[in-house]
């Protein structure tokens, strides 16, 4: 990394041991997921990752606040981190009484429609980028049905892909590597301990 390396935050939807909300928004790049939480980490957002293969996607898209919170508004850029194709492939489908209630797997053109809507640039990632991921967890193809990278670890594997060690100082706040029963979280931890290792990325607390 450069003397003149610009900083660049990935920001978890984890608690922060104290407020980095100035250091964050001095950044050159702030990625962030999902539905951010407020409080101590700014505001600052140039690029907002999200799910789309859940009921939350369709939560968001029938909550009209949400197009105006504070991360969506700052967002430049809107990523759905699957591609139709992983969805159609890997993702449990709705039985024929859930899809009588509404209930989808893919929210893709949903949130195509109503985000952009909004004035946000969206852009789909690559399939094999998901694919990628697993590999790089160890998922193996016979248990893509049962376990999935989390956003936040496609995000970090996004950024480290895209933007050069030499050009970009990133960093990590917000992630306690919990949550949803489904993603492999002890892979995940260890696998970003490795870059860390690496001297690719460093952890701002």
């Not at 957002?45 to 859940?54: K, P, R």
């Not at 899809?99 to 852009?123: F, M, P, Q, V, Y």
Request: net charge positive.
């Amino acid at each position: 990394m450069s003397l003149s390396a610009k900083r660049l935050i990935i920001v978890g939807n984890g608690d922060l041991s104290r407020d980095l909300s100035a250091e964050i928004d001095a950044a050159q790049f702030v990625l962030r997921f999902n539905e951010p939480k407020a409080g101590m980490s700014g505001t600052r957002t140039d690029l907002l990752m999200m799910i789309n293969s859940s009921k939350q996607m369709q939560k968001w898209l029938q909550e009209s606040d949400f197009v105006h919170s504070p991360f969506f508004v700052a967002a430049r850029e809107i990523m759905l981190v699957h591609h139709p194709l992983i969805i159609r492939k890997y993702c449990v489908q709705p039985n024929v009484l859930s899809r009588l209630k509404g209930r989808r797997t893919d929210w893709t053109w949903a949130a195509i429609n109503i985000l952009g809507s909004a004035g946000k640039e969206i852009r789909i990632m690559p399939p094999q980028d998901y694919i990628d991921g697993c590999r790089e967890l160890g998922i193996p193809e016979d248990k893509m049905h049962e376990v999935f990278p989390s956003t936040g670890f496609l995000g970090i594997r996004y950024i480290l892909k895209n933007f050069s060690k030499n050009d970009w100082d990133i960093k990590l706040c917000g992630f306690g590597w919990e949550g949803w029963k489904r993603h492999a979280w002890a892979d995940e931890r260890r696998w970003v301990s490795g870059k860390i290792e690496e001297g690719l990325l460093s952890i701002l607390d």
